[in-house]
């Protein structure tokens, strides 16, 4: 965002060290991740060969993107379609770190456990 507001992440999916990682690729405009997988080939079987990402390069991307408070990235510890734990995370994020926006993966993980769930939506803040 424009506005340097800070962003609350929750990824059902995947862990924090991994979000961080896919931020820090976005910054340097390189495909991160995947080039961590390819590094971990032996070299007579990487498929990157022409894409380098020096370690200065990499910690200048992390310290300009990761270095505030700008990204509060939480630890997913979801078990199934638990629905209660992700909207007291979704809140935590929003009144205890003040994130003005959250980014929420997959959500079509939360939607398949909302019938089961006894979660009642309001507009109350």
Same mark, same amino acid.
């Given at each position: 965002t424009e506005d340097n507001v800070r962003i609350g992440m929750l990824m059902l999916e995947e862990s924090p060290n991994k979000t961080a990682t896919g931020l820090v690729g976005l910054q340097l405009g390189k495909p991160l991740l995947l080039y961590d997988l390819d590094q971990q080939l032996p070299p007579d079987e990487r498929v990157l060969t022409n894409l380098v $990402?020096?370690?200065?390069? *990499?910690?200048?991307?992390?310290?300009? $993107?990761?270095?505030?408070? *700008?990204?509060?990235?939480?630890k997913n510890s979801f078990q199934g379609a638990d629905l209660e734990n992700i909207v007291r995370k979704v809140r935590q994020m929003a009144k205890v770190y003040g994130c003005k926006h959250i980014i929420l993966d997959h959500i079509s993980i939360i939607v398949s456990g909302f019938q089961n769930s006894k979660i009642h939506w309001s507009n109350s803040k």
């Open positions: $990402i020096t370690k200065e390069e *990499r910690e200048k991307a992390a310290k300009e $993107i990761l270095g505030s408070d *700008r990204f509060v990235i939480m």
